[in-house]
């Protein structure tokens, strides 16, 4: 069983960075794939970025391209989100999954472990 726990979530204003970090507790392993998703109000949850078990793979939101960054550190069970030049649109609240494997899944049905999420709000 693994558990996650996000954090590093707040109010920002557009144009602004923000990382977020998620540590993983537990039975954590290296060959997880780890991803971030989020929520806006009203709205499903979306995929925005991916990273496979090893790094070598990773995989993002059309709309977020070159502005978010995944990336993961095995030696603290962590992985990170850093977000550049942050929209209004990025509102929402952000949750960190993770899911045994080598592929990277964009659905949420292909992770089985999630976090309880962090709320990232960017003010115009």
């Known amino acids: 069983q693994v558990q996650l726990a996000e954090s590093g979530g707040g109010l920002v204003q557009a144009g602004e960075a923000l990382t977020l970090s998620c540590v993983a507790f537990?039975?954590?392993?290296?060959?997880?794939?780890k991803a971030w998703f989020r929520q806006a109000p009203g709205k499903e949850r979306e995929f925005v970025a991916a990273i496979s078990w090893n790094g070598a793979s990773k995989q993002n939101l059309d709309l977020v391209k070159g502005r978010f960054t995944i990336t993961r550190d095995d030696d603290k069970s962590t992985e990170q989100l850093q977000m550049n030049n942050r929209k209004p649109e990025d509102t929402a609240v952000y949750y960190c999954?993770?899911?045994?494997?080598?592929?990277?899944?964009?659905?949420?049905?292909?992770?089985?472990?999630w976090g309880q999420g962090t709320q990232v709000t960017v003010s115009s």
């Open positions: 537990g039975r954590t392993s290296k060959t997880y794939a």
């Open positions: 999954a993770a899911v045994i494997g080598s592929k990277t899944p964009t659905a949420t049905y292909g992770y089985d472990y």
